[in-house]
């Protein structure tokens, strides 16, 4: 029962560079979604996706791209990390339907210094 | 356009006193409405979702919240806290394409 899976749970960067988060899930979800948690600001919606193939931005995209090959997987790119992009990101999965609840992976720690 | 607010960022209880957390939504439909709990350093947890069968929805651990149209509320109960309820809490509202909007969260303090 593996769920929504995250990984790396923790990453340090310098600014300027890039990297991956990844996130897969086995639950056959059409819905994905990154979130990007700062303390007092609840969790706010970076990109989300309806199915392979079909992104959109959410709230705060500035700095993020995402892609969508399959059903499992939805990777989080940052093109050139700054220091306001030190967060927890949490990636998230929901079936078809209203009132499906989503499923949270464990998160990513980033600091970007 | 889908919203809500929680009405505190910080309570605090002891231990064995009935917990209230409080939030509004804002929504353009029948909302699609969730309570979330974050334990320190852990990810999401569902409590309970409002599923329009019932105005008092049941959830996990003795939570319970009450869904109520004409003030736009959907506040989160417990009869007794316990010393394992500490933790931040989530009001969470959907829209038909199942993006979920957060409020700002209540951290949940219990004295012994």
């Known amino acids: 029962n593996a769920g929504v899976t995250q990984t790396p749970k923790f990453q340090v960067l310098k600014t300027g560079q890039s990297m991956t988060l990844q996130c897969a899930q086995d639950?056959?979800?059409?819905?994905m979604s990154w979130y990007r948690q700062d303390p007092g600001m609840g969790l706010r919606l970076i990109h989300y996706?309806?199915?392979?193939?079909?992104?959109d931005q959410g709230e705060v995209p500035n700095g993020y791209n995402v892609s969508r090959s399959t059903t499992e997987d939805f990777p989080l790119r940052l093109l050139s990390a700054a220091p306001s992009q030190t967060s927890v990101y949490f990636c998230?999965?929901?079936?078809?339907?209203?009132?499906?609840?989503?499923?949270f992976g464990q998160g990513t720690r980033l600091t970007v210094v | 356009a889908q919203s809500v607010t929680q009405l505190d960022s910080h309570v605090s209880v002891s231990e064995g006193t009935p917990v209230l957390l409080r939030c509004n939504y804002s929504?353009?439909?029948?909302?699609?409405l969730f309570w979330y709990v974050q334990h320190p350093n852990k990810g999401l947890q569902l409590l309970l979702k409002y599923t329009s069968a019932a105005t008092l929805v049941k959830g996990i651990n003795g939570f319970e919240a009450e869904f109520k149209k004409s003030e736009t509320s959907f506040h989160l109960t417990k009869p007794s806290a316990h010393m394992s309820d500490a933790a931040e809490y989530f009001c969470v509202v959907s829209d038909n394409f199942n993006k979920f909007y957060f409020g700002s969260g209540t951290k949940l303090n219990v004295k012994p």
């Open positions: 996706s309806v199915g392979a193939g079909i992104t």
């Open positions: 929504s353009s439909y029948s909302p699609s």
């Open positions: 998230a999965s929901s079936g078809r339907g209203q009132r499906t609840e989503a499923f």
């Open positions: 639950m056959n979800h059409e819905y």
